[in-house]
């Protein structure tokens, strides 16, 4: 309550402060988030609507398997998270659930390894704006993504799928895909509506958890003189573009400007976990997984990247 109290009052004391954050925050939305994740969003409902998931379940099945004993049908989520970027892990992890393509303990295994920063951000934002060095840029997303798949391999025999051991099989995916399309009784004009809404409703949940975020390091930089070192951790820990921000202005080399990223976006930010949590709230996954894999993903990919800038 005092907390709330305290808040209130900095956004009617500091209101000019306060518009500038929110600006920014529908600005992050507008240029990158909306255009990123917007686009997926829509195309994943469509191809979940024919048998997409099926098709790519029954092709990297073995694959799956093999590497991180899970259910094919997570190639999806995979997959589709390393193009459009986090949160749409969530989306995707929690559409697959509600359709019993994936059980809660598979969920929540997925979940762990899913967490990829947008490679368009990467390559463009961090790589441009922050780091103006399009070689720090590359090895920051190829630490990211392999600190991923690290911990896939890592948590293989955590909540184990039960194996097939089938082998691969394009006819069978290709009948399988087929199946669902025939069977699916919606109309093109319905799913096109439904993935409109359904994508627009979680934008519009990430740009208020964005917003709220921001709000909050802001007022925390007006009351608080911190370092710009530890503002960029605090920002970076509870909002991940801000904390990037802080951190290219640091008067410190661009390889320790990397490693900083590299553990921003790997934990993602309590803005990123808010909106994840929003995303899976009406369903048995846990998060406690998914926060531990963070943690262990700022560790890994660090280390990478501190190495492979050595190299």
């Known amino acids: 309550m005092i907390c709330l109290i305290i808040c209130g009052y900095e956004i009617l004391s500091e209101s000019k402060t306060i518009m500038d954050a929110v600006s920014f925050s529908f600005n992050i939305w ?86 990829f920063s947008n490679p368009l951000f990467i390559l463009g934002a961090i790589s441009l704006t922050f780091l103006n060095d399009k070689r720090l840029g590359l090895i920051v997303m190829v630490s990211h993504y392999l600190g991923n798949i690290i911990i896939g391999l890592l948590f293989r025999n955590y909540n184990a799928s039960n194996i097939t051991n089938d082998k691969f099989s394009l006819k069978k995916a290709i009948m399988q895909m087929h199946y669902k399309r025939i069977n699916n009784n919606k109309r093109f004009g319905a799913i096109i509506t439904n993935s409109l809404i359904n994508s627009i409703n979680t934008l519009l949940l990430i740009l208020g958890v964005i917003t709220t975020f921001l709000i909050i390091t802001t007022i925390i930089d007006n009351n608080f003189h911190l370092s710009l070192l530890n503002k960029s951790l605090i920002s970076g820990f509870l909002e991940m573009t801000q904390g990037l921000k802080h951190v290219s202005l640091l008067n410190t080399s661009t390889e320790f400007k990397a490693i900083l990223i590299c553990m921003i976006i790997s934990f993602g930010g309590l803005s990123v976990h808010t909106q994840i949590l929003s995303i899976i709230s009406d369903t048995d996954i846990k998060y406690k997984p998914f926060l531990l894999a963070r943690f262990i993903h700022i560790v890994i990919a660090s280390i990478i990247c501190y190495l492979l800038i050595k190299l």
């Open 30 to 115: 507008i240029t990158n988030v909306f255009p990123s994740l917007f686009p997926f969003f829509v195309l994943s409902e469509i191809l979940m609507n024919y048998g997409f998931i099926e098709l790519i379940g029954e092709l990297f099945k073995p694959l799956f398997e093999k590497l991180f004993k899970m259910n094919g049908n997570a190639a999806f989520v995979f997959i589709m998270s390393l193009i459009s970027g986090f949160p749409s892990n969530a989306k995707y992890t929690r559409e697959l659930y509600l359709q019993n393509k994936l059980s809660a303990k598979e969920a929540t295994k997925i979940l762990m390894f899913s967490h």
